[in-house]
């Protein structure tokens, strides 16, 4: 009997752990299970203990905290189970588990929890509208374990244009901006100082730390400014009874109210004699955005059906939004009576009798090819503005194009050049000075 007890009791075999207790790290809510395996455990008991509280969780089969979430479990004398349900941040700490014998002997283990990110709503921008050149913060902070890494992206993919102000060493007390773009920018806070109109858009907060999932906030921010017009023909001739088109290009935010005026000051609207359009910007490849301010570029077409020389004369594009209004103004011309005018020396339209009579008196800076075409605004920029639209610019073959105030169309646009031909009896610097005047007109619409 006196062999059986101390058997019973492990005095031959005493009680010893086989393996160590594992420390656990895991999401807050999830399920957590220490497990302690032990040998030769005869008639000792394992108990579990919160060490850094000392609060006894369990002895053996039974549980003694309070904690509804705490329970035991055992599959043989060889496993024994700890299990907290549903963990929280207070349960995290060491756990320690124990063999009553004499000197006892425990193991211990970490529990770990980890928290997912979360915005913390006053410390978290929102949407965003200001107007154009103020200076714009946008700040992102989130919360978990461990600390959230923040970072900023441009849901259209295009770049963040980031000025950071620098100061040099002059007499000049304007603040300097270096400017650089990035793809992603990291940190709590997004500085956007001055702001312009390009940098509108829907930007993307995204907090992450390893732990799933990974939150974004979209934040939008609108810029606002009046609108803005380029016209980049003022001055437009067409032949009596074609077609002709007049077109402005508008940038505005919000989105303005655009519209045409006739010569005599009368609003046009669609009819069977003008046909009114507004093309918006092709959206950006990739970009899927519904906003409607990002699409601040627009160009309105005016086409005038079976040209007459009722409408000859100003025509009126004009824009307005809630931060002011603008207009510009176009010229429109029949080429056929502006070819007899010049014969008679006549000015043509936009044209002071003081440049008629200075193109008489030295005609050959009138030849083909003597003078660069002005047209106001350069046709590259022309090209550049019109590409947003996915099309070339709108302009009929049998209207000619310029700056008002100037009817010198030595040289046509969008690279359409006057045929060559071989010099004949009556050579170029032959010809008449009153015909020599009007030769690169005959030879545009030709």
């Not at 395996?37 to 000392?54: N, R």
């Not at 609060?55 to 024994?80: L, M």
């Not at 309105?300 to 939004?321: E, H, P």
């Not at 006057?418 to 010809?431: F, H, V, Y």
Request: aromatic share 6%; proline share 7%; net charge neutral.
């Amino acid at each position: 009997m006196a062999n059986n007890n101390h058997e019973i009791l492990g005095g031959a075999f005493q009680p010893e752990f086989t393996k160590p207790l594992e420390n656990m790290t895991i999401p807050l809510g999830r399920d957590v299970v220490f497990t302690c395996h032990v040998e030769h455990l005869g008639g000792y008991k394992i108990g579990w203990v919160k060490a850094d509280t000392k609060a006894i969780q369990a002895i053996h089969d039974h549980v003694i905290t309070h904690n509804p979430r705490v329970s035991v479990f055992h599959g043989d004398h060889s496993t024994w189970s700890l299990r907290i349900k549903g963990a929280q941040k207070e349960d995290e700490g060491l756990y320690m588990c124990q063999i009553n014998t004499d000197p006892m002997k425990s193991q211990t283990g970490m529990l770990s929890i980890v928290v997912p990110p979360d915005f913390i709503p006053e410390e978290t921008s929102g949407d965003v509208t200001v107007s154009e050149g103020w200076h714009v913060k946008l700040k992102c902070q989130a919360s978990g374990i461990p600390s959230p890494r923040v970072s900023w992206r441009r849901e259209d993919q295009k770049e963040i244009i980031i000025r950071e102000p620098f100061h040099e060493k002059s007499t000049s007390s304007n603040e300097k901006f270096k400017v650089h773009k990035v793809l992603e920018w990291i940190g709590e806070e997004l500085y956007l100082p001055k702001i312009k109109r390009d940098q509108m858009g829907v930007y993307h907060c995204i907090a992450s730390n390893g732990v799933p999932p990974t939150i974004s906030k979209r934040i939008i921010v609108d810029v606002h400014f009046p609108p803005v017009i380029h016209v980049p023909n003022q001055l437009v001739g067409a032949p009596l009874g074609t077609d002709v088109m007049l077109e402005c290009f508008v940038e505005a935010s919000p989105q303005s109210i655009n519209y045409w005026f006739n010569n005599n000051g009368v609003m046009i609207i669609s009819s069977r004699q003008h046909d009114v359009q507004v093309v918006t910007k092709a959206p950006t490849k990739g970009h899927h955005t519904t906003h409607p301010n990002f699409n601040f570029k627009v160009k309105m077409l005016l086409t005038i059906r079976n040209f007459t020389k009722q409408d000859v004369g100003t025509y009126r594009c004009a824009a307005s939004n809630s931060n002011g209004n603008y207009e510009s103004s176009i010229r429109l011309y029949d080429i056929t009576s502006a070819v007899k005018q010049k014969v008679s020396g006549e000015p043509l339209p936009g044209e002071s009798e003081s440049e008629t009579r200075q193109q008489q008196q030295q005609p050959q800076d009138l030849e083909a090819g003597s003078r660069k075409p002005n047209y106001g605004n350069s046709p590259t920029d022309h090209l550049e503005r019109a590409s947003d639209f996915g099309q070339q610019p709108a302009s009929l073959d049998n209207s000619l194009q310029g700056l008002v105030g100037s009817t010198r169309h030595t040289t046509p646009t969008s690279g359409l050049k006057p045929r060559s031909r071989r010099p004949t009896s009556g050579s170029w610097s032959a010809t008449p000075p009153a015909l020599a005047g009007i030769l690169p007109l005959l030879v545009y619409c030709r």
